[in-house]
């Protein structure tokens, strides 16, 4: 978290090769994850190390976004294991490769 906060370029970087990774996997998690929430529009969701938010874009159920910075105004910035949510607020929470931290225990 600190490494981000003085440096938001890393975030930046990470991001970007992650969106170059996923150009060739077969599938893209995110999109997975949109077609089973998305059949279930009444459930709320926690997405635990968002990126950019798009599953948030994808789907038309209301998604909490969690991210180590704030890309844009969906994300809330966070450390992922202390979110500004209650207990039993979601109904689903996605972790798609979000738990590579190093306190990755505390999230779920």
């Not at 950019?52 to 969906?74: I, M, Q, R, T, Y």
Request: net charge negative.
């Amino acid at each position: 978290i600190t490494m981000f906060e003085k440096e938001p370029r890393l975030f930046d970087q990470y991001h970007e090769g992650f969106r170059e990774q996923v150009k060739g996997w077969p599938q893209n998690p995110v999109d997975l994850m949109a077609k089973i929430i998305g059949k279930n529009p009444k459930w709320v969701v926690a997405d635990m190390g968002c990126g950019d938010a798009k599953l948030a874009e994808a789907v038309p159920n209301k998604v909490h976004s969690f991210d180590l910075v704030a890309v844009n105004e969906k994300v809330v910035a966070c450390d992922i294991a202390k979110v500004p949510l209650g207990h039993g607020e979601v109904d689903a929470v996605v972790f798609s490769l979000a738990l590579m931290g190093t306190n990755y225990g505390d999230f779920v």
